[in-house]
């Protein structure tokens, strides 16, 4: 009997072939530096800023690296960092994951979500700089931080995203969390504004299991971050606060891993870059599928942690008649952990029906296929209640939980965008079977 296909998720955890990651685990297990901090943290931190801080032409920058529990807890920080505080705002990409606006949340601070250019499907420059200076005409005050995203490894645009910051003395927090070893012209996403959020989470370019991490400008900022996320201790035998701090240090266990992860990082980065032009010579003659690619210019460098793509609205797919007729019972895909029952099916903002025939067909062919992230100005827990004004070319929504400048083009990309296998054990073979698939899949 033929051996049977293996799912093939988006992006699996990869381990050096020499395991390295178990060497260094053993050592603290060996040493018994089971805790926060340690060894293999001191090593992991130095080897992140030695990649970070080395540009494509040889010029080296002097940025120092704090490891922490998780990328979420790096966007946390980092605001701290910048000053926000209960009754702030801040501005962040609606077109991203929870963890890049929940911090926000969680200070008290308020979302100002902007949407997306079309090029990067990131932060649009021109939507930031008029988001900012309506929030300065209704509140009196900028925005204390802006957060852009390298969406699925996409780097933004951040040439114009500085600009418009450093006009109203704003810093930047760059959540790279997918776009670890992502560059912008030679120049490591996470190293331009004041700060840099990195996720090791078990399905980035890089694992520690769970972890993060922020690239800091220098070493006071640095000094500042270690020093809220081991509790915020003041220099007494005792422990003595003067303000609320957080236990978010990575495990010397963690760490380990992570050290041994770095001797494969340009080998994943290249593998992640090598599955995105395979797709795109296979699937460039597939009718009313189009890959998504970085702009025609070579300052950009992504590093394509996911490949995603759109599918035309009037491409039909099969099964496309049964879509959302079943509630969802379990986590979809290679999704962990907890979900929360719901009772209907549908919600006001979501995929085209194709897109979500194409999600359950590639799935009973054993291929885990994702839609793009809902824009976070579409997310009940956000968006309830909120009251619109129009503009001529974009409306903002603003309620209790958030403000939000909308041009329309994330919740577009949202209704026709996927996401493909990209890992480091997805094979040249699965790329060919996944467009195969995508053929089958389209009826006609």
């Not at 979809?332 to 929360?340: C, D, E, N, P, Y």
Request: charge should be negative; proline fraction near 4%; hydrophobic fraction near 40%.
């Amino acid at each position: 009997m033929p051996e049977e296909r293996k799912t093939i998720y988006l992006c699996l955890a990869h381990m050096s072939e020499e395991g390295y990651e178990q060497k260094y685990v053993k050592e603290a297990f060996d040493t018994n530096w089971v805790v926060p901090m340690g060894p293999n943290v001191n090593a992991f931190e130095q080897d992140l800023a030695d990649f970070a801080n080395s540009n494509s032409d040889g010029t080296k920058l002097d940025r120092k690296v704090v490891c922490l529990s998780a990328g979420t807890a790096a966007v946390h920080l980092a605001l701290i960092a910048c000053g926000v505080k209960a009754g702030d705002e801040v501005c962040v990409q609606s077109f991203t994951f929870c963890a890049s606006s929940h911090p926000i949340t969680y200070l008290g601070a308020t979302p100002v979500f902007i949407d997306s250019e079309k090029e990067t499907w990131n932060m649009d420059p021109i939507l930031l700089e008029k988001a900012i200076l309506d929030r300065k005409e209704k509140t009196g005050k900028y925005p204390k931080a802006i957060v852009p995203v390298a969406l699925y490894g996409m780097p933004y645009q951040i040439d114009k995203i500085m600009t418009v910051a450093d006009k109203y003395g704003i810093p930047v927090v760059e959540d790279a969390a997918e776009g670890l070893g992502s560059r912008f012209n030679g120049q490591v996403l996470g190293t331009f504004g004041k700060l840099g959020v990195l996720s090791f989470n078990g399905n980035k370019m890089i694992t520690t299991s769970g972890g993060g991490a922020l690239i800091c400008r220098n070493a006071e900022d640095a000094n500042t971050i270690m020093w809220y996320a081991t509790q915020a201790r003041d220099a007494y035998p005792y422990y003595e606060h003067t303000a609320i701090g957080y236990n978010y240090r990575m495990s010397n266990v963690c760490a380990g891993i992570g050290r041994g992860q770095m001797t494969v990082l340009d080998q994943h980065i290249e593998h992640h870059k090598h599955v995105q032009e395979l797709y795109k010579e296979l699937l460039k003659d597939v009718s009313g599928v189009h890959l998504h690619e970085q702009p025609n210019d070579s300052r950009y460098d992504a590093n394509f942690w996911l490949c995603a793509a759109t599918l035309d609205a009037d491409v039909r797919i099969q099964g496309q008649e049964d879509a959302y007729k079943e509630v969802i019972r379990t986590a979809v895909g290679g999704a962990a952990g907890v979900i929360k029952a719901v009772d209907c099916a549908v919600t006001d903002c979501q995929p085209n029906e194709n897109v979500e025939a194409l999600r359950v067909f590639m799935l009973s062919k054993k291929v885990e296929c994702r839609p793009v992230w809902k824009p976070m100005h579409k997310q009940p827990v956000y968006c309830e209640g909120a009251e619109v004004r129009e503009f001529k070319e974009f409306k903002v929504l603003e309620g209790s939980k958030m403000i939000a400048y909308v041009n329309g083009v994330s919740e577009s990309i949202f209704k026709v965008g996927f996401c493909l296998p990209a890992g480091p054990c997805v094979s040249d073979d699965d790329v060919r079977y996944i467009v195969e698939c995508i053929r089958e899949a389209i009826v006609g």
